[in-house]
């Protein structure tokens, strides 16, 4: 390891050669303010264009100032951040892009979130010093999940390093030139009309309004008030250990109960978990894969849990379309058991019950309106919201949600197990798909049901686990460009296994697109993981077979795992895209 020293503001550091000045700033606890500058979670990739200018500094011995980064130390050199010359060169940057800027802070979906806003705020510009022509585009309100206002694009391009280099869906990029410059698709097309999986993991790393989520906060509103509509509520598991973040509460706290009691103070008829339908999809998946094992089925066999990671799949994989699982995700699953066994339990219409759905992603409002995602013409899901959205709601409710009291998911569908809470990490789905294959296929007790090998932050995580005579071989991906890499090695027929996870997301649903912003802070995922663990071994069940409502569910409704009725209601198919 070559090393440079070089001085900071009067204080020497010596750093690995390479090393930008604001990374090696960072180490001395110097702020250097950056707008285009993001280091990606996976620790790896990093957008440094430069193209902002937010961050300039003065070197000794340079004309011009320098942007901190993307400019390699130097053995020797000599920075000063907090120059006179540097300060007033930054605040000009942010005033200029503040020019071109619309002026609807109040109304903006970033307001109080938006990092040009904040950076202006803490400079103290309370003027537009530079008026003239400012650009003017038509807002991209086409799917179902994103929407892009380009009016408000500061061309950091935070979203085409995320979109091409960290996911590789290559939707996002510069067009045009000049005054006309824009991020956007080929030939500006809509969103609808591209390849876009909508992660949602664009509008994650966004620092302006210039991508944001569908608010669908409004619709629960209105059916909330819609007096003819029974209304009830499902929350996905990684929902529980990040909403605490938007009230001030430390990263990984679990807010199970108070989420519980916030939902019910907000008027839903009935709040139910989505860890239900986890624990019915292990079910079926863990049954559809002994059935290719045993009868000489396509393998290996690909989760389908991930609406992001199918769009990717049907677009980028189309001719592999036999290897995924049929199942439906567990949003869609709760959905169609709601609108049908629930809703006959209940004595309601299904065409009057409303399902709302909490969750970590933006592809699930895509998911929820998907044509073959409805029975009978009734959607399984009406409505899905974001964790920002619900923490939206309940602060527009004025509920002190630090003080509620722990509250009880409703049942028959809020019972479920440890195996169908770690869903929402990155190898969740495929440790609790074994816990029950192993069982099933061995008829003998899993004493440990801590599958560690499948855990953990890794990209791509691959383990073999001895069940009877056989080596299951398994392999897990997070975020689309490492599910590239393992599907492109499945088409060359260069890796084997019987079961694959991907999930879209980086990390899994805990870094879903629709989760509390938090950018480069791998801290904050981790604790999030290790929330979701702790409940897991908190629960007195935590295999998804052995929970007693899933067991009802087959008995006075279903039938068969994988049978007729279950296939009609709980499985899906795919396109070619």
Known sequence: MSLVTLTINNKKIQVEQGTTILNAAKTLNINIPTLCHLKLHDKKTENNPGSCRVCVVEVQGRKNLAP????PVMDGMVVKT??????????????????????????????????????AADMGIKSIKYTGEISKFPKDTSSFSIVRDLDKCILCKRCVTMCN?????EVLSAVDRGFDTVIAPAFSAPMIETNCTFCGQCVAVCPTGALTEVNNTSKVWDALDNKDKVVIVQTAPAIRAALGEEFGLEPGTVVTGKMVSALRALGFNKVFDTDF????????????????????????????????????????FSDLLDIPSTCKSPQQMFGAIAKTYLAEKMGVDPKNLIVVSVMPCLAKKYEAARPEMSNNGVPDVDIVISTRELAKMIKEAGIDFSSLDDDNFDNPLGESTGAAVIFGA???????????????LTKEE??????????GMEGIKEATIKINDMDVKVAIASGLGNARKLLQAIREGKVNYHMIEIMACPGGCIDGGGQPYMHENINTLEKRMEALYKEDAGKAIRKSHENPFIKQLYNEFLGEPYGEKAHDLLHTTYIKR
């Open 277 to 316: 339908a986890a624990d019915l999809t292990i079910i079926e998946e863990a049954t559809e894969l002994i059935h290719r094992l045993e009868h000489g089925g396509r393998l290996p066999m690909l989760t389908s849990c991930c609406p992001g990671w199918i769009k990717f799949f049907e677009h980028q």
């Open 68 to 71: 901190a980064c993307c400019t």
């Open 82 to 119: 907090n120059s006179i010359k540097a300060i007033k060169a930054r605040r000009n940057m942010v005033e200029l892009l503040l020019s071109d800027h619309p002026q609807e802070c109040l109304l903006c979906e970033k307001n109080t979130e938006c990092e040009l806003q904040s950076l």
């Open 446 to 455: 899993l004493k440990d049901v801590n599958l560690i090998t499948v855990r």
């Open 165 to 169: 280099e960290v996911q590789t869906v």
């Open 426 to 440: 990155t190898g969740g789905v495929m440790e609790a798909a074994l816990r029950t294959a192993y069982e099933w």
